[in-house]
C-alpha cells in the first residue's frame, strides 16, 4: 500500500501531484525562469543541472515530491523529505515556486496543504530548513507560524562550494491546530 503521505492534494485551483517522468519538461522550464535563484539553493535546477537532480529526487529515500499545479498548468515543486515514521517527523522542503506567484500567499497555501497532510497522517513535528542568507524564506517560515528552532553552522556545503549555515524551523502538531483554529 502507498504511504497517504505522498498522496495527490487539491484545494482550490491548486494540485499537487506525485512527481513523476511526465512532469519532467515542464517543470525543467518553470524553474528555468528565475536563473538567479539557484545559487541560494542548496542544489540547482538550472537548465545545466536539472535532469540530474530531478533523477535524483525521485529516487531519494524516504521522500514524496511533489509537482505543484495552479489551473492545471505546472508552477513549481515541493517534497516531503527524510520522513521518519518512528519518529513520527518529515522535513517540508525542496520547495520552488515561480517567480510570479510569489509575494501573493500562494507558497502559504501550498504549505498549508502540505502541514494538513503531515498531520492528518500522524506526524508531530515538521521541519524546514532554510539557507541563512535567504530573507524570503525565513519571513515566509514566520509568517507561517513556525517557530526558529535554531541555526545549524556549516550544515552543508552547497553545489557552489557555499558552506551553508541553516535556519531550522518547525510547526507542531498541537501548534498546528492551535494556528488554524484562530
Request: with cysteine.
Amino acid at each position: 500500500m502507498t504511504d497517504p503521505l505522498g498522496a495527490p492534494l487539491d484545494e482550490g485551483d491548486i494540485r499537487l501531484e506525485p512527481l513523476a517522468e511526465y512532469h519532467r519538461a515542464d517543470l525543467k522550464a518553470a524553474c528555468a525562469k528565475d536563473l538567479a535563484i539557484w545559487p541560494i539553493y542548496s542544489v540547482s535546477y538550472d537548465p545545466d543541472h536539472f535532469d540530474a537532480q530531478f533523477n535524483a529526487l525521485l529516487v531519494r529515500p524516504a521522500t514524496y515530491p511533489f509537482a505543484i499545479l495552479q489551473a492545471r498548468r505546472l508552477v513549481g515543486m515541493t517534497a516531503f523529505l527524510g520522513h521518519t515514521p518512528e519518529r513520527q517527523t518529515v522535513e517540508i522542503g525542496n520547495s520552488y515556486i515561480v517567480p510570479f506567484l510569489r509575494g501573493i500567499g500562494f507558497n502559504a497555501r501550498v504549505k498549508k496543504l502540505l502541514l494538513d497532510r503531515a498531520f492528518a497522517c500522524g506526524i508531530r513535528r515538521v521541519e524546514f530548513r532554510v539557507d541563512d542568507r535567504n530573507e524570503r524564506s525565513k519571513a515566509a517560515m514566520h509568517k507561517l507560524g513556525a517557530h526558529q528552532d535554531g541555526l545549524i553552522r556549516a550544515e552543508r556545503i552547497t553545489w557552489t562550494g557555499h558552506v551553508r549555515d541553516t535556519a531550522l524551523f518547525s510547526i507542531l502538531a498541537e501548534e498546528w491546530r492551535n494556528l488554524s483554529d484562530a
